[in-house]
């Protein structure tokens, strides 16, 4: 019998086991937003930069549910190639964890007159927090390493701005998130059972693939990036739509796919998809509450907390694919937690 496969226990891991307190925190220091009537403005644009441009989904789809313009930018196009959205009329919504990345301080230094800044970032003091309008920090503490806990901080801070510009009750939104930090410490608490487990599940894939629908896209997006950042292995983030359109041509038995169930109204398209990649010859799995393995079982939750519920699993699959190349999950080796080279 081959050992036990052990995890290289690190800042990323302490980071993610920090989680639930993130989130507590987080929560604990939101208040309501000053009125920027934002039926006023031609457009609500969206934007960030790697993992932020993800996690921004969530909002731009309750936004567009409201009656809102709402687009989604990757900050270094809008500065270079969309500028014409950064006039007047434009509520701009930027998250940046560090708030003093490259792509952010140049946005910053080109918006025109007449754009109202939203700043969503994790660091008091920084650019983005000093110069925005408004500014929504979180407080997810310092983090060392690959974005974990500053992302859940930050989907839970965007649930709270998304009710807060679509005029809903306030109080009621506060209990809901409020689910979200037992939830993940009750997930969290059985991280050793949930990688071993996972370790034999991914034994020998090569290629991963996180999909998903509607506020799902956000933990397949930002999963892909974390999973590729924390262990070198190659993973893509996508809808579930999507993956059929090309990418289900490479299944083979080294490839693992993760289904994020999401919202009951598609979860019956992405439970068949599941069936549909085993018979293809790939491997899948379900995330959700009908979730076949403990590890990918998620509890029924309200439908803003469950996008960050669901980076619990890709978070337990990364600490499974580094553990399995005998590699500490996490460790930079060629770039910094901040970019700030364009």
Aim: proline share 6%; net charge negative; hydrophobic share 45%.
């Amino acid at each position: 019998m081959p050992p036990p496969i052990s995890v290289i226990e690190g800042p990323y891991l302490a980071d993610l086991l920090f989680q639930p307190q993130a989130l507590a925190d987080t929560l604990a220091g939101l208040t309501p937003l000053p009125s920027l009537a934002p039926e006023k403005f031609r457009r609500i644009v969206l934007t960030g930069m790697g993992g932020s441009l993800h996690t921004l989904h969530p909002l731009s789809l309750q936004l567009i549910g409201h009656g809102f313009t709402s687009l989604v930018a990757e900050t270094s196009e809008l500065v270079y190639s969309m500028s014409g959205l950064l006039g007047s009329g434009t509520l701009l919504v930027a998250l940046s964890q560090s708030g003093r990345s490259a792509e952010t301080v140049r946005l910053l230094e080109g918006c025109g007159r007449g754009v109202t800044t939203i700043g969503i970032t994790n660091t008091a003091g920084s650019p983005l927090a000093e110069r925005a309008d408004v500014t929504v920090l979180t407080r997810a503490g310092p983090e060392a390493s690959v974005s974990s806990k500053t992302v859940l901080a930050a989907l839970l801070a965007l649930a709270w701005l998304g009710d807060c510009l679509c005029g809903k009750d306030l109080a009621r939104t506060a209990r809901e998130l409020a689910e979200a930090a037992p939830a993940a410490g009750s997930y969290l608490a059985r991280w050793r059972e949930h990688v071993a487990s996972l370790c034999g599940e991914l034994a020998g894939v090569r290629d991963v693939f996180l999909v998903g629908r509607g506020a799902s896209l956000a933990a397949a997006g930002v999963g892909g990036l974390i999973i590729k950042e924390s262990t070198h292995v190659h993973s893509e983030g996508m809808s579930s739509a999507a993956f059929r359109h090309g990418p289900f041509e490479m299944l083979s038995p080294e490839v693992f796919v993760l289904v994020l169930e999401g919202d009951p109204a598609t979860a019956p398209l992405n439970r068949a998809l599941v069936g549909d990649i085993r018979n293809a010859g790939g491997r899948a799995a379900l995330a959700g509450p009908g979730a076949e393995l403990d590890v990918f079982r998620l509890p029924e939750v309200p439908p803003a907390v469950r996008p960050i519920l669901e980076m619990l699993p890709v978070e337990m699959i990364s600490l499974a694919l580094a553990a399995l190349a005998g590699r500490e999950a996490g460790r930079f080796e060629r770039i910094a937690k901040v970019t700030t080279t364009e």
